[in-house]
């Protein structure tokens, strides 16, 4: 008697790229999906709904996967894949402790991410946006020695708060344009920064002695709401501060404060709190403040080896063989 084996259920919260879904249709006989088909993020009760009975879990980082959804989807869950190196949308205690296996995206979006942070550095320092708005209301006129001077990289001291895969890769960047001095600050020194001359410093040296502070350091509890009133105050009034990792890492009303009254010269974030960041928040107000949409991994190729990635380690989870990228828990 042939034995017909049951498909095991996939939930994927969003559509993806297709290279992943290419990959997944090539599965047969392992997997049925079901999908939220939309660009826009899964609705609470649609995914609550979705993942009910599910044994593979594809989600996004604005999906927020607590007990309440593993309790919805029930004990056939094996494993959660999400498209993103970040991994604090997660509930690891919860996740670890139903013995469910999760995949993410390392590695990847390291190169994408860096170039992103680096533009968002040089728009913020040299006062790009700013400049494109004057073409057009018609601000510019005949030149002036000191119109939309801004701050330069050559003979500087760049800071980096957590040199890990993409602070590394923003140094190796920055360096070529004659940074004079590469600080970086994290739990311990890295035996990599030599590649890069960079000096291993307490953070109250790093935020006070650079002139270009970078944050690319996770989010845990230690970091959270680290650069405040107190760490803007110790930077120089001619400092840029940028931040492309998590956007809970900035208090972002003491960053409001101290870039109107002019204690630091100027802001460059690709993340905020919340995502996205309402068009009346008091940070869109300021001209020395650059905010992107947290598109640091917004390239064509990053986004679909991300997909593909993402959906190796889900279909390496769901049987029960290795995944290319497992978070340890």
Not at 44 to 66: N, T
Not at 136 to 150: F, V
Not at 307 to 321: D, K
Request: net charge neutral; with cysteine; charged share 20%.
């Amino acid at each position: 008697m042939k034995v017909v084996r049951e498909l095991m259920k996939v939930f994927i919260t969003r559509r993806i790229p297709e290279e992943g879904m290419k990959i997944l249709s090539g599965a047969t006989g392992v997997c049925e999906v079901s999908q939220w088909d939309s660009d826009e993020p899964v609705p609470r009760a649609e995914l609550l709904k979705g993942v009910q009975g599910a044994h593979g879990l594809l989600c996004l980082l604005s999906d927020k996967i607590d007990a309440e959804v593993l309790d919805a989807a029930g004990p056939n869950l094996k494993v959660i894949s999400t498209m993103s190196v970040g991994f604090d949308h997660l509930a690891l205690d919860e996740i670890k402790k139903r013995g469910i296996r999760v995949g993410y995206t390392p590695d990847v979006l390291t190169d994408a991410t860096a170039e992103l942070t680096v533009a968002l550095l040089l728009a913020t320092a040299r006062r790009l946006p700013e400049g494109v708005e004057e073409v057009k209301n018609g601000g510019w006129s005949s030149w002036k020695p000191l119109w939309l001077c801004g701050y330069g990289l050559s003979g500087s001291t760049v800071g980096v708060i957590g040199l890990g895969r993409i602070g590394m890769a923003i140094a190796q960047r920055l360096l070529p344009f004659g940074v004079k001095r590469l600080l970086y600050t994290g739990r311990t020194a890295k035996a990599h920064a030599a590649k890069v001359n960079g000096e291993f410093v307490p953070l109250d040296t790093l935020v006070s002695e650079s002139d270009f502070v970078v944050v690319s350091c996770s989010l845990t509890p230690e970091t959270q709401g680290l650069c405040d009133k107190a760490f803007f105050s110790k930077m120089k009034k001619t400092a840029v501060f940028i931040n492309s990792s998590r956007g809970a890492v900035v208090n972002q009303e003491d960053l409001y404060e101290v870039l109107k009254s002019g204690q630091i010269a100027a802001a460059g974030l690709d993340v905020t709190t919340p995502e996205p960041l309402p068009t009346n928040h008091p940070l869109l107000t300021l001209k020395n403040c650059v905010v992107l949409p947290h598109i640091g991994s917004a390239t064509y190729s990053t986004r679909g080896v991300m997909s593909a990635l993402t959906v190796q380690n889900l279909l390496g989870g769901l049987q029960g063989l290795d995944m290319p990228s497992e978070l340890r828990l």
